[in-house]
C-alpha cells in the first residue's frame, strides 16, 4: 500500500503561484499515475491534474491548462503541482491520489491523502 501526504497550501493573492507536494511512502510512485483533485466545501471533488506513474504523460482540466504543471522527482518519490496565475477561488482543499491507470474520475482512484487547503484572494 502507497501512504500519501499532501503539502505547499496557504493563502496567496490571486495572480500569484504556489507549489503542492505529494509525498509517497510504502510503494513507489512510479507503480501508479498519480492525480491532483480538488475540493470546495459543498462541492464534488474534481479532477485538476494527472501524471501517468512513467512520467511520459500528463493530463490537466480545462480549467487549469496552459497554468498548473504536474511534476515528479522519483528520486524524492514525490510528485509536485505548479499553480502559477491562480485566480481568486473559494478555499480548496487539494489531494492527491493514485489510480493504477490514469483516471480523471475521484471514484477510480484511491489512497487519498488528508488534503491541503488553498485560498486565493482577490
Known amino acids: 500500500q502507497v501512504q500519501l501526504v499532501e503539502s505547499g497550501g496557504g493563502l496567496v493573492q490571486a495572480g500569484g503561484s504556489l507549489r503542492l507536494s505529494c509525498s509517497a511512502s510504502?510503494?513507489?510512485?512510479?507503480?501508479?499515475?498519480m492525480g491532483w483533485f480538488r475540493q470546495a466545501p459543498g462541492k464534488e471533488r474534481e479532477f485538476v491534474a494527472a501524471?501517468?506513474?512513467?512520467?511520459?504523460?500528463?493530463y490537466y482540466a480545462g480549467s487549469v491548462k496552459g497554468r498548473f504543471t504536474i511534476s515528479r522527482d522519483d528520486a524524492k518519490n514525490a510528485r509536485y503541482l505548479q499553480m502559477d496565475t491562480l485566480k481568486p477561488e473559494k478555499t480548496n482543499v487539494y489531494y492527491c491520489?493514485?489510480?493504477?491507470?490514469?483516471?480523471?474520475?475521484?471514484?477510480?482512484?484511491?489512497?487519498w491523502g488528508q488534503g491541503t487547503q488553498v485560498t486565493v484572494s482577490s
Open positions: 491520489a493514485v489510480s493504477y491507470t490514469y483516471s480523471s474520475s475521484p471514484n477510480t482512484n484511491h489512497n
Open positions: 501524471i501517468s506513474g512513467n512520467g511520459a504523460s500528463t
Open positions: 510504502g510503494r513507489t510512485f512510479s507503480d501508479y499515475a
